[in-house]
T-cell receptor, first 112, second 112 residues
Framework: ELKVEQNPLFLSMQEGKNYTIYCNYSTTSDRLYWYRQDPGKSLESLFVLLSNGAVKQEGRLMASLDTKARLSTLHITAAVHDLSATYFCAVDRQGGSEKLVFGKGTKLTVNP | EAEVAQSPRYKITEKSQAVAFWCDPISGHATLYWYRQILGQGPELLVQFQDESVVDDSQLPKDRFSAERLKGVDSTLKIQPAELGDSAMYLC??????????FGPGTRLLVL
């Protein structure tokens, strides 16, 4: 059974600081997604990582995938308040099947 | 920009009553998903359709939940009878086959 673990689950950081969210998964997969969710809202797709070593960047967020270590990271650079949200990683249960298993999410709060 | 539509956005019901949720996916998306998200958790897949056919309903509590997508376009998720533990956000998502899932705004269900 595929398990997806994120850490930390809660993250409070100051504006301007850097931090990394980690996503570990238990079985082989080569497709991983990062989503953002604002309170009471739906999920917004941020990144899809399709192969070992994949790196994607958008603004202050950068995601990477190491399929050998079964690890993805979401790095936040010079955080701003607008990045406050819950971030989920999701792993394709069977390669390419789109049957996603989500982590519990990391609730990020960026303080002025 | 095309979006996944869901209704109602909010539903309050008493336990043992029947409830139904509707989802209209992005036009042309063959794959449709229903997820349940309990507060503080990641979404959990309930059912996946490919056109009008169920691909995966292994996590759907079939004694009380049913889902259909009769013409391969919009879909309905029903709960009968509702229980207190069904209180959650119900999210619909759609995707072109094998691509990123796009989520609707969700239906927040409260069972009293």
């Amino acid at each position: 059974e595929l398990k997806v673990e994120q850490n930390p689950l809660f993250l409070s950081m100051q504006e301007g600081k850097n931090y990394t969210i980690y996503c570990n998964y238990s079985t082989t997969s080569d497709r991983l997604y990062w989503y953002r969710q604002d309170p009471g809202k739906s999920l917004e797709s941020l990144f899809v990582l399709l192969s070992n070593g994949a790196v994607k960047q958008e603004g202050r967020l950068m995601a990477s995938l190491d399929t050998k270590a079964r690890l993805s990271t979401l790095h936040i650079t010079a955080a701003v308040h607008d990045l406050s949200a819950t971030y989920f990683c999701a792993v394709d249960r069977q390669g390419g099947s789109e049957k996603l298993v989500f982590g519990k999410g990391t609730k990020l709060t960026v303080n002025p | 920009e095309a979006e996944v539509a869901q209704s109602p956005r909010y539903k309050i019901t008493e336990k043992s009553q029947a409830v139904a949720f509707w989802c209209d996916p992005i036009s042309g998306h063959a794959t449709l998903y229903w997820y349940r998200q309990i507060l503080g958790q990641g979404p959990e897949l309930l059912v996946q359709f490919q056109d009008e056919s169920v691909v995966d309903d292994s996590q759907l509590p079939k004694d009380r939940f049913s889902a259909e997508r009769l013409k391969g376009v919009d879909s309905t998720l029903k709960i009968q009878p509702a229980e207190l533990g069904d209180s959650a956000m119900y999210l619909c998502a759609s995707s072109p086959q094998g691509r990123t899932q796009y989520f609707g705004p969700g239906t927040r269900l409260l069972v009293l």
